[in-house]
């Protein structure tokens, strides 16, 4: 069994930053592919960014305003998020899988999410 916990979401305003944490343990390598994914209400699941060791690899989203990085000592991956935009608010997950992807099927564990909220 794999847990994981998101923090770090809030409300901020368009053009600021927030960066989301996800806490993960149980049965799980120190570098554990771990990948953020979002869900906006009325739309699918999308990813957004993962990390396997320490790799990460994006989604066509986020032109290039996120950064996805892991502290292997605290079991922590990182999702920093610059220049946000109101179509960025959303419920965030962090999850895990075996293999490096940007399916959500491909995920077995996950989160319960955190939402962030964006102004204009």
């Known amino acids: 069994q794999v847990r994981l916990a998101e923090s770090g979401g809030g409300a901020v305003q368009a053009g600021g930053s927030l960066r989301l944490s996800c806490v993960h343990s149980?049965?799980?390598?120190?570098?554990?592919?771990v990948g953020w994914f979002r869900q906006a209400p009325g739309k699918e699941r999308e990813f957004v960014g993962g990390?396997?060791?320490?790799?990460?690899y994006y989604g066509d989203s986020i032109e290039g305003r996120f950064t996805v990085s892991r502290d292997s000592a605290k079991s922590t991956v990182y999702l920093q998020m610059n220049n946000l935009k109101p179509e960025d608010t959303a419920v965030y997950y962090c999850?895990?899988?075996?293999?490096?992807?940007?399916?959500?099927?491909?995920?077995?564990?996950w989160g319960q999410g955190t939402q962030v909220t964006v102004s204009s």
């Open positions: 990390i396997i060791f320490e790799a990460p």
């Open positions: 999850a895990a899988g075996a293999v490096a992807s940007r399916e959500k099927t491909q995920y077995d564990y």
């Open positions: 149980g049965r799980t390598s120190i570098n554990v592919n």
